[in-house]
């Protein structure tokens, strides 16, 4: 009954948390890595001491390909982002690097080839919506009183929007402080959040629906209120141990899917936050709009 | 009672044999030698995509405007079979050369997908992939029987030239108009018939007058592919080849021959080269993530969920052990991706496992009567929650799976699997294990185990 108790303030944190993040994304915004907007990133390294970022500025500048930017990487290495450039000019630049580098990795992505991968993340994230959507509405058909089964499935969409709105609002605050862009793996990370944490919510909203069927409670508060006593030490549980697996994967996993990993944790754990703290409380709330109207 | 403990057994020494099929078959594909053959548990490696193995993806775009909408697949099979005969060249272990065809999601371009696993020299690789198709008709070479000098050669050496036994005409596939497969109305035989253009069909009639019992070998990318001897001369450009062919290998050559006459132009609009170093690297820190995310997860388990978290830490290891060998036996390829879709995928198969526990605590709580009936119904109850909250999950894979790269599709696939096994493990494996433990009185110390987190044993026992 806590929740319930405060369900105003709760509903308002993550409000605010929510605005924060839109107010993040769009003053710092998402910065595109070359997989959508096409280009090219070499990653060289020096087996000695690495020369000064201007001495390879100038080396690769009358190549002419064109503006650059080139950033440290670890101890020994530098990423060189570009246009989109042909194997030639690759080869022109290495050789002009001299003896002392090997190439560490290098990909080259053609425009149209930038421009697909945005329409295919665009259409997959609908279609995962609409999936979601659809199946939420099915599981919940049977539910109509006191609030309608479509209700249900709003909310849950709601609390899908916010966990991941926020998670996309961490990830722009670190992309403006870091640089780290917006690749493939974001694109997964953001439908793979969709996915798992609407089970969570649905996991809540089961055991209100099956005290409604019981009858247990007086009260459609009280329902929602001691349903989510029975079981939020379950969805914590359930969580952490993802969150576990995806911490591990952060701190001990390959570099490239460190910030994946790191976007699932804050999904994994608003995804929870929200089908405690922030579907419940609306629930309650739309049923008391509901009830305010009918009287 | 015995059949569910003998059933448990069985269960065990599945899960024993799978770990050591996974371990072995690591071992011993490690132990080959370069140039060895994978025979038996050696053939069975884990499949590693190119950030993990390092090597090279290529995205060609085939310009498919002067060919028909007809032959269109015909000709993308054609240019992939000499793009791959090509590859072959190099010795590239396990090459992928793959169509993608334009369709809604591809902005309706025709794609051919090279990936060459552990190929470093990229350029080199890319310079001969990037011819088009040659196609040319070569004259037996008289002189071939000739005894030839030898010659000792400046460093000492005996020099002996072996001529070549065909040598090159005018005639070559840019004459050629089309290919067709045809069947010889007599004899039924599967033939190749080709049509010159007007310049091709002098030259051809030119080449057969003067070859007639002689062989003229037709040479695709510099490898004869057929070696027929002229019966007369043929005027009007119009010929068959037969030489006793399968159906299948006349159609094949009905294809190479359109691909040498209609080059289907390629250009590369894509490439990816990953450094050997950084594949083992992703790898190792994989594999390292995994085992301190199992051992997390195992060791939560058990202090939580004591008794009932002991099962579910050895109903995981069976888990990890059916998807290992899944990866092996079907193959996965497995990214970096794919691999945190596994890591992931072992917290998702708690999950289950959880549920089931939370339920079986929640019925032992409202005082039921003994323990074996609070499992019983918590499973049942617990069922329901399990397979509505993975659906989800499985939307989402699937629809990542359809619309996915190969890297987005390598983590889909693994994703899904790991949560269709995970359910299954779970509400089988556990519940059997569950069971053949027997417990049925309820005191204080089986409150105890079957308790969880700070919960004591006297709020279960009412």
Redesign the interface.
Known sequence: MFIIKYKKIFVLISAVLVTLSIASMIIFGLNLGIDFKGGSLL?IEYTSVRPEQEIIEDTIKPLGIGEMLIQPMEDNGYSIKTRDI???ER?NILESLGNDV?????????P??G???V??SL??FI??SL??IF?IAF?FRKVSKPVSSWKYGLIAIVSLIHDIIIPVGVFSILSHFSGVEVD??F??AI??I???S???T??VF?RIRENIRVGHFKTFEETVGRSIN??Y??SI??S??????????V???????KI??LM?TAGMFFGTYSSIFLASPLLVIVNNLQEKKVK | MAKTRITALLILLLGVGLGIFVYKSEIRHRNLGPEATATGLAKYPFKLGLDLSGGTHLVYKADVSLIDSTELKDSMDALRDVIERRVNVFGVSEPIVQVQNGGFSNASEERLIVDLPGVTDVSKAIEMIGQTPMLDFRTENLNKDKPQEAKIGSDGKLVVQAPEPFIKTDLTGRFLDKAILEFNQSTGEAVVSLQFDAEGSLLFEKITKENIGKQVAIFLDGEPISVPTVNEAISGGKAQISGNFTPTEAKLLVGRLNSGALPVPISLISTQTIGPSLGTLATTAGVKAALIGFLAIALFLMIWYRLPGMIAVIALSMYVVIMLSLFKLVPVTLTAAGIAGFIISIGIAVDANVLIFERIKEELRSGADNIPDSIHHGFKRAWLSVRDSNISSIITAIILFWFGTSLIKGFALVFLIGVLISMISAISITRIFLYTLNIKKKNKLTSFLFGSGFSNAKTIIK
């Open positions: 990653e042909t194997d030639n080869t090997t190439e560490k990795s290098f990909t080259s992505i053609g149209s080839v421009a697909e991968l329409r295919k259409i997959s279609l995962v999936g979601i199946w599981s493939t793996l694109v997964v439908l793979t969709l996915g798992l609407v089970s969570d649905i996991v089961d029975q079981v030490i379950r549980a359930t952490s141990t993802v969150i576990i697996a995806l911490l591990a994967l701190f001990f996993g390959p570099s490239s899917t994946f990993a699932l």
